[in-house]
């Protein structure tokens, strides 16, 4: 059974941080790409950071230059470090899991308020 369950969602100031964790099971995760997506309120699911197979990486421009993603093979997971955060990085970020069969994270919430 695929479960991907991701954490380290929370409420911070803005320019503070927070690193992001999604933790997958049931799949072989070296084979999948990772990627993070988001959803504010009212608006639609937006893709956030993509990280490939062999570590290539992708930024939507929303998150360039503050953003990082990552992978740890050996564990499973995978990280979204977000820093200089802003209001309007306010969603529910997803972990989705890039493969077959893919899979969604129940999504945590991030809360950035002046």
């Known amino acids: 059974q695929v479960q991907v369950v991701e954490s380290g969602g929370g409420l911070v100031r803005p320019g503070q941080s927070l690193r992001l964790s999604c933790a997958a099971s049931?799949?072989?995760?070296?084979?999948?790409?990772m990627a993070w997506y988001r959803q504010a309120p009212g608006k639609q699911r937006e893709l956030v950071a993509v990280?490939?197979?062999?570590?290539?990486?992708y930024y939507a421009d929303s998150g360039k230059g503050r953003f990082t993603i990552s992978r740890d093979n050996a564990k499973n997971t995978v990280y979204l470090q977000m820093d200089n955060l802003k209001p309007e990085d306010t969603a529910v970020y997803y972990c989705y899991a890039g493969g077959y069969p893919p899979a969604w994270g129940q999504g945590t919430q991030v809360t950035v308020y002046s």
């Open positions: 990280i490939r197979t062999e570590g290539g990486t």
């Open positions: 049931g799949i072989i995760f070296s084979t999948y790409s």
